[in-house]
Structure formats: C-alpha cells, structure tokens
C-alpha cells in the first residue's frame, strides 16, 4: 500500500508560480512512475503531467507545457510541481498519483493510488 500526501497549494495571483509536493510512503518510490491530474469544481479530473521512474521521460498536456514542470527526488520519495505563469484557468485541486500496473499515462485508470490533493487557487 502507497500512501501520498500533497502539499504547497494556496492562493496566487495570475502570473505567479507555485511548487507542489507530493509525499510518498509504503512503497519503492523509485521503481514508480509518477502523475499530476488536477481537479476544476464541476468538471472531471484531467492528466496533467507524467515523469518516469527515473525521471527520464516527461510528458505534459498542451495547455501546461512550457509552464510547468515535473520532477523527482527518488532519495527523498519525493515528487514535484513546478508552475510558473499560474492562469486563472489553473485553479483545481492537485492530485498525484502512483503508476504501478496501469497501462495508460493520460487516464486515471493508468494510476493506483492518489494522494487526497491540494488546492490551488489563481485570482485573476
């Protein structure tokens, strides 16, 4: 059993940056692949982010790249978010998830365990 734990949310104004943290537990967070989905009230959780057990491969949906970035410490059990140019349009709750049997990067079936998420507000 994964535990994660989430941390560095708060409210920003647009244009501003925050660093996300998700604390892992319970598991060999080095052999795992790693998301960020995020939340909007009303709307489904959608795929934002991706990094491979070692950090070698990263992928991003189109609205975040070149504004976000994801990363990893695997000697802490540690994982990242960095945004930058934060957006009104950013504003959700922030989850990451573990990827250990799932096949999909962008889904939530592709994960098996999520953090409870941290909120992250944009005022415009």
């Known amino acids: 059993q994964v535990q994660l734990v989430e941390s560095g949310g708060g409210l920003v104004q647009a244009g501003g940056s925050l660093r996300l943290s998700c604390a892992a537990s319970?598991?060999?967070?080095?052999?795992?692949?790693m998301g960020w989905f995020r939340q909007a009230p009303g709307k489904e959780r959608e795929f934002v982010t991706f990094?491979?057990?070692?950090?070698?491969?990263?992928d991003y949906t189109d609205s975040v790249k070149g504004r976000f970035t994801i990363s990893r410490d695997n000697t802490k059990n540690t994982l990242y978010l960095q945004m930058n140019s934060l957006r009104p349009e950013d504003t959700a709750v922030y989850y990451c998830?573990?990827?250990?049997?799932?096949?999909?990067?962008?889904?939530?079936?592709?994960?098996?365990?999520w953090g409870q998420g941290t909120q992250v507000t944009v005022s415009s």
């Open positions: 990094i491979s057990w070692n950090g070698g491969r990263t």
């Open positions: 998830a573990v990827k250990i049997t799932g096949s999909s990067i962008a889904t939530r079936t592709g994960y098996d365990y």
């Open positions: 319970g598991g060999t967070f080095s052999r795992y692949a």
